[in-house]
């Protein structure tokens, strides 16, 4: 009888083990949690790399009126961070903020240097198509926002703060380290109007570019 019963303990105890499991297993996933699920967090440094542009100084008012003034961008590091969103492999968004800090410099029209940070704060399409490229995940962006260029308090020759419109677009390869943790390289490119912080003897009103190559880790919740 002793045995019986030891025997009926364990055959109950064995079968609770599944039917436990397979409750917990079937617990629906919250939507916050599912929300989450789709949401990381990338950290990225980048170098940032912008095109130099050459023309007249436009308005009529300007002191230099008509010179041919030659923009040129030092080159230099930043940093970015990212927010996305994937709903789905093909659909998903991003919020991008970035910050680097560079010398504007003006040739053969003074002041000649202008120390100034730029932030970038843009938003846009994402996608990650489920295929691998060399057992990296690729991903495509593109979006728009606008770069805010704040010259320093010493280097910044007294000019203003601006900010110009811009658009962009991304391309870049990734991996999962583990469930929590990835690893991610990329390339941008921004297009803009050369900075000229309100000054007419700056406007050149010329188009421009900044070459962004990325490497950095992402956090996924």
């Known amino acids: 009888m002793h045995k019986a019963s030891l025997l009926f303990c364990a ?3 064995a079968c ?3 039917v436990s499991s397979l409750a917990q297993a079937s617990t629906p996933q919250s939507s916050f949690s599912r929300v989450m699920s789709r949401v990381d967090l990338g950290v990225s440094g980048a170098g940032m790399f912008t095109h130099t542009v050459t023309g007249p100084i436009i308005p009529p008012e300007a002191p230099d009126y008509g010179s041919t003034v030659e923009q040129q961008t030092s080159n230099t590091l930043g940093a970015i961070v990212t927010i996305r969103y994937q709903q789905r492999p093909w659909v998903g968004f991003e919020f991008n903020g970035s910050y680097a800090r560079y010398t504007e410099n003006f040739i053969s029209v003074a002041p ?6 730029a932030s970038e704060y843009t938003f846009g399409y994402v996608a990650q198509p489920l295929f691998t490229v060399v057992g990296l995940r690729p991903f495509f962006g593109a979006g728009g926002g606008f770069l805010e260029f704040k010259p320093t308090g010493h280097g910044g020759q007294g000019q203003q703060t601006e900010a110009r419109p811009m658009v962009y677009y991304s391309a870049g390869l990734q991996k999962d380290i583990n469930g929590y943790l990835g690893i991610r390289g990329g390339f941008r490119q921004l297009f803009f109007e050369d ?5 007419n003897y700056l406007t050149l009103q010329k ?7 990325t490497v950095g880790f992402y956090l996924k919740f």
């Not at 000649?112 to 940070?117: E, I, L, M, P």
């Not at 900075?195 to 000054?199: S, V």
């Open 11 to 13: 055959a109950a105890l």
């Open 16 to 18: 609770s083990v599944p």
């Open 112 to 117: 000649n240097q202008v120390q100034t940070r």
């Open 195 to 199: 900075p000229d912080f309100n000054a």
């Open 207 to 213: 188009r421009t570019y900044t070459l962004q190559p």
